[in-house]
């Protein structure tokens, strides 16, 4: 993995480190669920994670009249199309080629698994993964950045993690003592950095849940929920909510875990919990562990004093979730990188 990262005092959100952060895990979740043929090459993820912002965005009428062929939804067909043709294109190569690789396109052809479903499935897991995944990194660096205290802890786990389970020497390369960490510890000895990214996943997720009753009628609270219509469910409904969580706006990883049944949806709920859960985790205890032990960083305004308070993220914007108010992002290098 390339750190991309410079030392320079770059707004969050607007445009910089919010880009460079979803940029980076658009690399890697292009890196863990396609192809190699279109992870090595930069200039074709750039041009995915175009096609991918142009499918994000939203208007009134996408959603509300998806078949009114309105200049939004030509882009985004023309976005389909050329992340259609690009996936094909080294589905085709690795066919034509006949040469083995060790990644997820691989599998699935060596599963047996038609062309159809080969494409499908890597076109849909880069649109369910990338936005979450980036999104989420970017609030957890912003919290990183306001509260040092949890910095410090953060980056105390990571060194700890190197210490006790990384089997490369401590003068191999960063990535490569990252790397050689097993999953098995990223997934069951990081308890700060899991309790972090759940408090994130609260706070700073404004996902909406869709479900089409498929029949018979059926009653939700008390409601008539008619076969064949739609059923949307906000998740500020529960993380947002006082009597759940007390001050829910104040980023607190010391919350207890809510136990009980749709208390906490960080990840979905009852029959739709996110298959990706796993690899989106991995992949921002990585990158996050990789950015506190290269650089200092701390959230200031335009002026570069540093805010008293965390910004807060905005429900309304349901792809970003940006902070309501501008802030910036100071960062610089550390003196020595483990
Ligand atoms: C921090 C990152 C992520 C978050 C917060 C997240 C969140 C969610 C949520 C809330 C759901 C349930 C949606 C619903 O009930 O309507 C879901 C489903 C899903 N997610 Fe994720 N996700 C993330 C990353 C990923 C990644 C990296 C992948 C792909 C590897 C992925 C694949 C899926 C799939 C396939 C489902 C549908 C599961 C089903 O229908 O049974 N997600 N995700």
Not at 18 to 37: A, D, K
Not at 145 to 152: C, D, I, K, Q, T
Not at 155 to 175: D, G
Not at 179 to 195: K, Q, R, Y
Request: net charge negative; hydrophobic share 45%.
């Amino acid at each position: 993995m390339t750190c991309v990262f410079e030392s320079a005092r770059t707004a969050v959100y607007a445009p910089l480190t919010h880009h460079l952060y979803t940029q980076v895990i658009f690399q890697l979740t292009v890196r863990c669920l396609s192809g190699t043929e279109i992870a090595d090459d930069d200039a074709v993820v750039a041009l995915l994670k175009r096609q991918y912002d142009v499918l994000a965005e939203t208007t009134p009428t996408t959603v509300l009249l998806p078949w009114l062929p309105t200049p939004a939804m030509v882009r985004k067909l023309r976005a389909t199309k050329v992340v259609y043709d690009t996936v094909v294109a080294a589905v085709d190569a690795r066919e034509r080629g006949g040469c083995a690789r060790d990644d997820t396109l691989q599998l699935l052809l060596d599963a047996g698994d038609d062309r159809a479903t080969i494409i499908g499935f890597i076109m849909g897991l880069l649109v369910a993964g990338a936005r979450a995944t980036g999104t989420t990194a970017s609030w957890l660096v912003v919290y990183l950045s306001a509260y040092p205290e949890w910095r410090v802890e953060a980056k105390e786990e990571i060194l700890r993690l190197l210490a006790t389970h990384a089997t490369e020497s401590a003068t191999s390369p960063l990535q490569a003592r990252l790397a050689s960490i097993p999953l098995a510890a990223w997934e069951a000895d990081t308890p700060v950095f899991d309790a972090l990214i759940r408090e994130t996943l609260r706070i700073a997720q404004p996902h909406t849940a869709i479900r089409k009753n498929l029949g018979p009628d059926v009653l939700v609270d008390g409601k008539l929920v008619p076969a064949g219509a739609h059923v949307v469910y906000p998740f500020s409904d529960v993380h947002l909510d006082e009597a759940l969580y007390p001050s829910p706006w104040v980023f607190d990883p010391t919350r207890p875990a809510r136990q009980g049944k749709m208390e906490y949806l960080g990840f979905g709920g009852g029959n739709t919990v996110c298959l990706g859960n796993r690899l989106a985790k991995m992949m921002i205890k990585l990158s996050t562990g990789m950015f506190l032990l290269a650089f200092e960083s701390s959230v200031v305004d335009a002026t570069g004093i540093a805010l008293a308070e965390a910004p807060v993220p905005d429900w309304n914007d349901a792809v970003h979730a940006r902070p309501t108010r501008p802030c910036y992002l100071e960062y610089e290098r550390t003196k020595v990188i483990l």
